[in-house]
């Protein structure tokens, strides 16, 4: 099973760790997360998030809502 662990499900590419750049699009304010660690595919740039990732982004999400400012950029960082 490992060894199809890294392989892109898209294109057959193969995987490996990096950072992603983030950016959504919200309400009041253009959000850029920066150093996302993620799992990159080297052929289609498709990127995947472990779960801990994906809920810390949500947290900076959330905190920078509040900020109500047009563009916010961030680096990826821990929240707890
Ligand atoms: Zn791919």
């Not at 990159?40 to 801990?52: A, F, I, K, P, V």
Request: hydrophobic share 35%.
């Amino acid at each position: 099973m490992s060894s199809t662990k890294n392989i892109c499900p898209l294109c057959g590419g193969l995987k490996k760790q990096g950072t992603a750049t983030f950016t959504v699009d919200m309400e009041d304010t253009l959000m850029v997360i920066r150093k996302v660690p993620a799992t990159l595919c080297s052929l289609c740039g498709n990127e995947w998030l472990s779960d801990e990732v994906a809920a810390n982004v949500e947290s900076i999400m959330e905190e920078t809502k509040n900020i109500h400012r047009q563009v916010e950029v961030t680096k990826y960082r821990k929240v707890t």
